[in-house]
């Protein structure tokens, strides 16, 4: 073993080390640097688009959370104070119900949400109502109807209940599952 | 060179040449003892350096930044193996009858074919203790391991040289 040592030495004298390797070494530093930065950029690309999918949902998940409480004893209100063609529609139940059986659609029947609601305002001619339904805060069904005016010419409020098809299944709805926005077709 | 041209503009790099220069070679040696490949020893050789320079400003003010060099490069060396399934000691085929005792003492590359006979980790002992003239207590800094798994591995390698040493001559 006395002689490894030489032996070793020989080994390590055949190879000579490439000339000018703190160039090229600093060149793998610049490109190990730039790499880098493309990766951190990607990643923060990829958190901003994260971000933004997030928002894009929770935003309106939470918004229509917060014009309809559950939480609130009242029956949901719904004003738009900046639109004077807008009325005030207040939901009064939600429940579960399916539509006739249609074998082209589905076997069982259309599960569909009734919804019952009042409108407020000045009613004088047709209204375009926006109606939505959530489930456990998550939108189910939407449905968009017109409404003829009121038969006994303009009132301050009118009752009307509107179906509206759902995804998966019915359930026992309350008030606050329901958000209707309605305006005068002026 | 020029280090500010790689975007050092604080100074931060002071000494970094000189550390270059002191060790790079001694370092590129090594990993060609331990992989028997100039082309992979210089990659590891840079890559290892690239790594110091990127951390000069806390390695600098260390008690040994050449320890902490070989730090880095062994690892790069260990992980590369491990990638490339060569962490298991190799065999090498037995070819070696018909050559002549005399000529094998000659052969500069024999030396690393025993070398490449053993498990990555004891080479690397190896080259730390026979060649770098490291002690026990330096090369279980340098491979972050307890100086009793140095002894035990430089033993084990060391019986290993000797028996194919002494059946080769």
């Known amino acids: ?186 | 060179m020029n280090l500010a041209a790689v975007g050092d503009t604080s100074g931060a790099s002071d000494g970094f040449e000189a550390f270059f220069n002191r060790h790079h070679g001694e370092v590129a040696r090594a990993l060609f003892l331990l992989t028997r490949d100039a082309a992979e020893a210089e990659d590891l050789t840079q890559e290892a350096m690239a790594r110091i320079y990127e951390r000069w400003s806390r390695v600098r003010t260390m008690d040994s930044p050449g320890g902490y060099l070989y730090r880095t490069a062994l690892n790069l060396h260990r992980k590369r193996a491990r990638r490339l399934g060569l962490t298991g000691t190799i065999r090498l085929p037995g070819a070696r009858e018909s050559a002549d005792p005399a000529q094998i003492v000659e052969d500069r590359s024999e030396i690393l074919r025993l070398l490449a006979s053993l498990s990555v980790p004891q080479r690397q002992v190896v080259v730390l203790v026979e060649w770098l003239g490291m002690d026990v207590a330096e090369v279980a800094s340098v491979l972050g391991i307890k100086p009793v798994s140095v002894r035990t591995r430089l033993h084990r390698a060391r019986e290993t040289l000797r028996i194919a040493i002494g059946d080769n001559s």
């Open chain 1, 1 to 186: 073993m006395t002689d490894l040592k030489e032996q070793l030495d020989q080994a390590a004298a055949t190879f000579a080390p490439r000339e000018n390797s703190l160039a090229q070494t600093m060149d793998l530093v610049e490109k190990r640097r730039r790499r880098r930065r493309r990766r951190l950029w990607g990643r923060s690309g990829s958190a901003l688009a994260v971000i933004l999918a997030l928002s894009a949902i929770a935003v309106p998940v939470l918004h229509g959370q917060r014009s309809t409480p559950r939480s609130s004893g009242s029956l949901p209100t719904t004003t738009f104070a900046t639109s004077p063609a807008r009325l005030t529609a207040t939901v009064t139940a939600v429940t579960a119900t399916l539509a006739p059986y249609n074998p082209e659609i589905a076997s069982a029947g259309i599960p569909e949400e009734r919804v019952d609601f009042s409108v407020r305002g000045s009613l004088g001619g047709p209204l375009t109502c926006t109606i939505e339904v959530r489930h456990s805060g998550i939108l189910v069904g939407t449905s968009l109807v017109g409404i003829g005016p009121p038969l006994n010419g303009p009132r301050s409020s009118q009752k009307e209940s509107v179906a509206v098809s759902i995804t998966g299944k019915t359930f026992a709805g309350r008030p606050s599952d329901a958000h209707v926005d309605c305006h005068n077709q002026t």
